[in-house]
C-alpha cells in the first residue's frame, strides 16, 4: 500500500501544478493578456508623452519671447498691427 501511495501523491502534487500552470492566477493565457494591456498602455503612454512635450515646447516658447504670442495672436485672434492692412489670400 505504501509502495502505490508515494506515486499517487506526486500524481496530485503535479497535476496541481500543472492546474495552476494553465488555469491559475499565473496562467500563460492570463499572462499573455496582461502583456497585451501593457503594451496598448505603452503605447498611450507614448502618445502622451510626445503631447506634454509638445506643450512644454510651446510654453517655454511663450515665455521666452513675444514673436511667439504675436504668431498666435495673428493666427487665431486675427490680430492687425496699428497702420497695417489685413489681407486674406485663399488659393
Known amino acids: 500500500m505504501g509502495l502505490r501511495l508515494?506515486?499517487?501523491?506526486?500524481?496530485?502534487v503535479l497535476a496541481a501544478v500543472q492546474g495552476?500552470?494553465?488555469?491559475?492566477?499565473?496562467?500563460?493565457?492570463?499572462?499573455?493578456?496582461?502583456?497585451?494591456?501593457?503594451?496598448?498602455?505603452?503605447?498611450?503612454?507614448e502618445t502622451a508623452r510626445q503631447a506634454n512635450e509638445r506643450l512644454a515646447s510651446e510654453v517655454r516658447d511663450l515665455?521666452?519671447?513675444?514673436?511667439?504670442?504675436?504668431?498666435?495672436?495673428?493666427?487665431?485672434?486675427?490680430?492687425?498691427?496699428p497702420n497695417e492692412v489685413y489681407v486674406h489670400y485663399t488659393p
Not at 26 to 43: T, Y
Not at 68 to 77: F, N, P, Q, T, W
Open 20 to 45: 495552476q500552470l494553465w488555469l491559475g492566477r499565473g496562467s500563460i493565457p492570463r499572462v499573455n493578456a496582461m502583456q497585451q494591456q501593457i503594451n496598448v498602455q505603452k503605447a498611450a503612454n
Open 63 to 81: 515665455k521666452e519671447g513675444l514673436d511667439m504670442v504675436e504668431e498666435k495672436a495673428r493666427s487665431e485672434l486675427g490680430m492687425v498691427k
Open 6 to 12: 508515494v506515486p499517487l501523491i506526486l500524481l496530485a
